[in-house]
């Protein structure tokens, strides 16, 4: 079984973007596996809130679902970079799928990136999807 992290955040177009590198994987509705990881701000939150509760969450589940995807999900908090890292080693997925963003090179700069920060911090490979949103 091919096992892959799909992170997902407040973005349902990301999480589209996801879904659709997922299942254009080789024999994924036969032989891929999804971990749908929600990193919250805070524990209490992460404690209470399920992924299927987020909108994008939502989305992800249930079309990971519709296309026979076997799905787990997973809520955490803290740092997004460095648990996505985390998760990614304890479930040792194949593979993580993130969906980006387009940013300025400026915003890029100012805000960093998590995509950026997992792609140096993972030693899995890491897909990046695009969103088709402008850039933020």
């Known amino acids: 079984m091919y096992q892959v992290l799909l992170p997902v955040d407040a973005s349902e177009a990301r999480a589209t973007a996801q879904v659709a590198a997922t299942t254009a994987l080789p024999y994924a ?4 596996a999804a971990v749908v990881l929600h990193v919250f701000d805070d524990e209490e939150t992460a404690e209470k ?12 589940v249930e ?4 296309a026979s995807v076997g ?3 997973q809520t955490t908090y803290g740092d997004p970079e460095e ?12 593979m993580i ?7 300025s090179p400026l915003g890029a700069l100012v805000f960093g990136s998590v995509s ?3 792609i140096l911090d993972s030693e899995r ?3 990046i999807t695009g969103s088709g949103a402008a850039r933020e």
Do not use: N, S, Y
């Open 29 to 32: 509705d036969e032989e891929v």
């Open 49 to 60: 809130t399920t992924v299927e509760q987020t909108p994008a969450g939502k989305t992800m």
């Open 63 to 66: 079309a990971l679902r519709e």
């Open 71 to 73: 799905v787990e999900t």
């Open 83 to 94: 648990r996505i890292v985390a998760v990614a080693d304890e479930h040792d997925v194949d």
């Open 97 to 103: 799928i993130l969906g980006g963003r387009k940013r």
């Open 116 to 118: 950026q920060a997992v």
């Open 125 to 127: 490979p890491v897909a």
